[in-house]
């Protein structure tokens, strides 16, 4: 049983200048555990096919299958509690809450689910295996380096144990060193917890750590 | 941390912007508050004046009637139309009185010796009789004259006659009928006698149920001004209600200007929180896209309204005591107003609704944020 199916999916964005096809009937299968990159020119439908699997969005036609629900019959409610409680997302703009420290954005999905007790221990936890030093912990995001965000990010991400890892263009905002350890530590999550992870990028370097790599041109694979 | 934290620290971080919102609200509380207690102190101002509890009817000859008094005659036939009700006829003039060696103008009110004690109520003493010579004082004037020696037993002399201070009367207020504070009440028969007169001024009927009120006056008008009219009727419950119809309406009227100026409170903290809801599209976006729920979002919007509200309404409150406080001594000469249960439920309904009107204008922009699309909201630069 894949953690993901896509059957005959596609996206439709209604414009008054004409109908925006943004997948155009994909049929995807993602397996626990695997590594999968998503790659394609700008506007090939990458995003939206992430945000389809994080179920952020919703198809305009055809199932998808996310731990076993199927997303079309759910509220806003039933899809906001999957993406809390079975996905992670990390993001191209690494997309921390400026109101919260670096600690309690990690804790905040915790807080979510109703956790009371533990929760900064488990937050703290989880920050230091992405590798932010003790010091960090207190800042706001803004006082870190972009790829301390972005680890940071991942951490918030990782803190509800989710079933799979999205990553938007995770390494689009860093330096290529930089960028470097991002996809390591990624790859380090997939490897050594088992995590599903799906990540965009264009970046043909990073095919390297993947299983598979899907390829999208105007909304198809290819 | 809590989405109470997130709307507290929203707020504290844009402080000069929530401050001038709390302003407004505190503005707008003290508006209300104030003016509540000013009406309000208005009509108790009134009430305290006007002892009558209105069941006073008040007779007086008609003006340009040819009538200036009325004769014993006229009393008796006012007394039969009044059926059992007292009727208590009075005459009033004002004369020099010698007190010792000083001599100063009062007023003076001649009643009928046996009705005084239905009328008026004493402080010391007794009620004066009719055949003796005594008189008795109003509490204010007994109170304004402990130089003079004008007190309970003093001698006074009116004209060439002596009269005795018998009583001094309770404090009775501004009354619609007669006002003795000030004054000296003596029996009629004296009255007549030294100023050789037989003629009454107005006429007091005490109608002992209020029901009987509108009937005793038709009765006497129908009795009296039969061929033309000979009498004005007045009866004090009307004036009371009309007195106190326009405290109130000044209340609601004090009161609009209040809410009215809670409402621009109310629009200012609206423009706040959609600036709030604005600017944090794209962090609403990534708070929906990792989990959290609409109602939440919500919740934390309408907790930043309501945190401005609180803290206008309760600094409001506070300041809105001081205010009335200020006015009620001012304006109306006594802050004792201000302790009136009635004054203080004005502060607390201007709280309220400082309150309400922040909650309800943060409903619009918390729900505006709560139902943004999470995909558009993430993408917005
Ligand atoms: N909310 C939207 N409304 C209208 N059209 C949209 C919307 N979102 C995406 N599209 C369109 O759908 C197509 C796919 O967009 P998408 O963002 O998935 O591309 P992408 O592959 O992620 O591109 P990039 O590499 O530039 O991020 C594009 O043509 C885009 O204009
Ligand atoms: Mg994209």
């Known amino acids: 049983m894949p953690v993901i199916r896509f059957d005959n999916v596609t996206k439709v964005y209604p414009l008054p200048a004409g109908d925006v096809v943004a997948l155009a009937g994909i049929d995807l299968d993602i397996e626990e555990g695997e590594f999968i990159l998503v ?6 439908g990458k995003s939206t096919l992430l945000n389809i699997m994080g179920s952020l969005d919703v198809p305009t036609s055809g199932e998808v299958t996310i731990a076993g629900k199927q997303i079309s019959r759910m509220t806003d409610d039933e899809l906001t509690l999957m993406r809390r409680d079975h996905i992670g997302f990390v993001f191209q703009q690494f997309n921390l809450i400026p109101l919260l420290s670096v600690v309690e954005n990690v804790e905040y999905p915790l807080i979510l689910r109703g956790r009371k007790s533990g ?31 972005q680890r940071a990010a991942i951490a918030r991400a990782l803190v509800n144990s989710p079933d799979f890892l999205l990553c938007d263009e995770p390494t689009g905002n860093l330096d290529t060193k930089t960028g470097t350890a991002i996809m390591d530590l990624i790859a380090q999550m997939n490897r050594e ?4 992870v799906v990540t965009v990028t264009h970046d043909p370097r990073m095919t390297a750590y993947a299983d598979r790599t899907i390829q999208l041109v105007d909304g198809r694979v290819v | 941390m809590t989405f109470f934290d997130l709307a507290r620290r929203n707020v504290s971080r844009h402080w000069l912007r929530s401050t001038l919102a709390v302003i407004g609200i505190v503005i707008g509380v003290i508006a209300i508050a104030s003016m509540g207690i000013l009406g309000n102190s208005i009509g108790l101002m009134f009430e305290e004046m006007v002892t009558d509890v209105g069941d006073t009817i008040v007779v007086y000859p008609a003006s340009g009637s040819g009538t200036m008094a009325f004769t014993e005659r006229q009393v008796s036939d006012i007394t039969r139309a009044a059926g059992s009700n007292r009727v208590i006829p009075f005459a009033s003039t004002f004369d020099t009185v010698t007190v010792g060696e000083t001599k100063s103008g009062a007023m003076i009110y001649a009643i009928p010796a046996g009705d005084i004690p239905f009328l008026l109520d004493k402080e010391a003493g007794t009620y004066p009789r009719d055949t003796g010579a005594g008189c008795m004082i109003g509490s204010k004037l007994a109170e304004n004259s402990k130089t003079t ?49 037989d003629e009454y001024d107005q006429v007091i009927v005490k109608v002992r149920n209020i029901n009987d009120l509108d009937a005793v006056r038709e009765a006497i008008e129908e ?10 009727v007045m009866d004090t419950k009307a004036i009371l209600e009309s007195i106190f119809e ?7 009227f004090l009161m609009g200007i209040g809410a009215i100026s809670l409402i ?26 990792i989990g959290t729920r609409r109602n939440e979002v919500m919740r934390m919007f309408i907790y930043e309204a309501l945190i401005l509200g609180i803290v206008g309404a309760l600094i409001g409150g506070v300041l809105s005591f001081c205010t009335g406080y200020l006015m009620t001594a001012v304006l109306v000469g006594s802050p004792d107003y201000l302790y009136n249960i009635k004054s203080i439920l004005y502060i607390v309904f201007g709280m309220a609704f400082g309150i309400v009107t922040s909650a309800a204008s943060g409903l619009y922009p918390a729900w505006k944020a709560a139902h943004l699309n999470p995909i558009q909201a993430l993408r917005h630069e």
């Open chain 1, 39 to 44: 790659m394609g020119p700008s506007g090939s």
């Open chain 1, 119 to 149: 929760s900064r221990e488990r937050a703290e936890e989880v920050l230091r295996s992405v590798g932010i030093t003790e010091t960090h912990f207190t800042h706001k995001p803004g006082e870190l380096s972009g790829g301390q965000q």
């Open chain 1, 193 to 196: 917890e088992g995590k599903t």
């Open chain 2, 149 to 197: 020696g004008l007190k309970l037993g003093a001698r006074i002399k009116i004209g060439s006659d002596t009269l005795r201070v018998t009583g001094v009367l309770t404090e009775r207020g501004m009354g619609f009928d007669i006002n003795p504070d000030y004054a000296i009440v003596v029996p009629y028969r004296w009255y007549s006698n030294h100023y050789d007169k």
């Open chain 2, 223 to 232: 009795k009296m001004n039969r061929r033309e009219d000979v009498v004005n």
């Open chain 2, 246 to 252: 326009a405290a109130d309406s000044i209340t609601v």
């Open chain 2, 264 to 289: 621009v409170a109310g629009v200012s903290i609206l423009n706040v929180m959609m600036m709030s809801v604005t600017e944090r599209i794209r962090e609403i976006g990534v708070l929906r896209s």
